[in-house]
């Protein structure tokens, strides 16, 4: 019976979505941007010896700071794409604004007016993001310049030149990231690094079978490689479903002869509120300013140490990397949500609505009471996340398993992936909603005729 209800739900899910062209068109539009950014990743700079590069990113780019930052490029830092720093300084670049806009008063202005202070703080935005991605590609041209034998012809020419592909690059990934917001499916730069981790993770398996065939990795630690990625997944699945459920109820009102209201409705809050911004944050402000670190000390004279002790502490599979990123996830999840969720202006508009929490008075209470909620859920997706980036990316470290079967990276596979389908249902929903409505006003019209 339930069989036959699921078929059924299925059957009418693809009806659904065979009459929804705007849908279609939106999927499509995703579809062709993530396209064009995986065809970008491949195109190299100029300049540049492929076969050297090859050699250079074998032996550089598969663990420690370089290779999580090529895990979030999707592979395109380890080719020295135009799109190497993928939507990186647009990250970092929102970090700061949004810290700023919180502390400057000029822009505390800005937020209050609206759509028009937003358009100006996302323009200050984009120009922060010009000058960090200035600032790494120079950075990564003097990487690339330092390897032996991969730049054909070292110079100040080369890294100015580098340095303005890899910006113009990083800009053309933020604007493809704003429509897919505006005219796609989900969020446009978690789709970007979503992209660029599924698109690697074939070749992410053959590398770790290619361990098992050399004896690098034992049969045993291969079947608990693949155990402890399935209960990741169904972890991370099981933790984005819960929902902590708020009563809300509404009074009854009576307009003329009839009554209306009274009913009870339940205000749904998502155990991980933060999603996964606060993993992407954190690591993003670790990784980005530790290679730049690795690597002024390295073109430094005499700063070698400096360059090998940052490389070693900040290793992903340390525990100072790692209590330095659990301590950035419970840092920018509670500013994330901060940022997105004001239990105040809920209250608020539960209040307008006359609506109530049961126990709780209106007002100042009931946005104390929801302050108290959120504190506790993000609490709790902290420790989750946590637990879910750290102790498996310790564990593939030990191994030299590829990061592309780490927390970090799984998790962002599986927010997303929800988020997404989320976002499908939605807007099956209101395609349907929309065609029930056209159907009234029809048989309305058809009824006034007669």
Not at 107 to 116: D, P
Not at 303 to 325: C, E, G, K, Q, R
Not at 369 to 374: S, T
Not at 404 to 412: A, R
Request: glycine share 10%; net charge positive.
């Amino acid at each position: 019976m339930a069989s036959q209800r699921q078929q059924k739900n299925s059957n009418a899910a693809v009806e659904a979505f065979g009459k929804a062209k705007d849908l279609q068109r939106r999927i499509l539009f995703v579809l062709g941007v993530l396209i064009v950014f995986r065809m970008g990743t491949h195109i190299p700079i100029p300049g540049i010896d492929p076969i050297a590069l090859a050699k250079f990113s074998q032996a550089n780019l598969q663990e420690g700071i370089l290779g999580m930052l090529n895990m979030f490029t999707g592979g395109a830092f380890a080719r020295a794409s135009i799109f190497a720093l993928n939507i990186i300084p647009y990250i970092l670049a929102s970090i700061f604004v949004q810290i700023l806009a919180k502390t400057v008063p000029s822009l505390q202005e800005l937020e209050k007016e609206g759509e028009a202070g937003k358009r100006k703080i996302n323009q200050y935005t984009r120009y922060l993001t010009v000058g960090i991605a200035m600032m790494n590609g120079f950075m990564l041209s003097s990487a690339l310049m330092a390897a032996d034998g991969v730049v054909l012809h070292p110079g100040i020419g080369f890294k100015l030149h580098t340095a303005l592909t890899f910006t113009a690059g990083a800009m053309f990934v933020v604007w493809m990231a704003e429509q897919i917001n505006t005219r796609g499916i989900g969020n446009g730069a978690s789709l970007l690094i979503f992209a660029g981790i599924v698109a690697e993770l074939p070749k992410a398996l053959i590398q770790t079978f290619a361990l098992a065939r050399e004896g690098s990795l034992s049969e045993f630690a291969l079947i608990g490689l693949a155990i402890m990625v399935v209960v990741i997944i169904a972890f991370c699945v099981f933790m984005e479903s819960a929902h902590r459920k708020i009563t809300v109820q509404y009074p009854k009102r009576q307009v003329g002869a009839r009554q209306s209201g009274g009913e009870v409705n339940h205000m749904p809050l998502k155990v991980n509120l933060a999603g996964v911004m606060g993993p992407i944050l954190a690591s993003q402000l670790l990784l980005a300013p530790s290679f730049m670190l690795q690597q002024f000390f390295a073109d430094s004279a005499g700063s070698s140490n400096v360059a090998s002790y940052i490389a070693m502490y900040l290793n992903p599979s340390h525990w100072v990397f790692n209590t330095l990123f659990v301590a950035g996830i419970f840092i920018f999840s509670f500013w994330w949500v901060a940022l997105m969720m004001d239990p105040e202006k809920m209250a608020e508009r539960i209040k307008k609505e006359g609506g109530f929490v049961p126990g709780i008075r209106p007002g100042a209470q009931t946005a104390k009471y929801f302050d108290k909620v959120m504190t506790r859920l993000m609490i709790i997706g902290s420790v989750y996340i946590s637990f879910i980036c750290v102790l498996p990316q310790m564990v593939i470290g030990q191994y030299g398993v590829p990061f592309y079967f780490g927390g970090t990276s799984l998790l962002i596979v599986v927010t997303v992936a929800l988020d997404s389908m989320s976002r499908v249902q939605a807007a099956l929903v209101a395609h349907r909603y929309e065609g029930l409505m056209k159907k009234a006003r029809l048989r309305g019209g058809r009824k006034a005729r007669i």
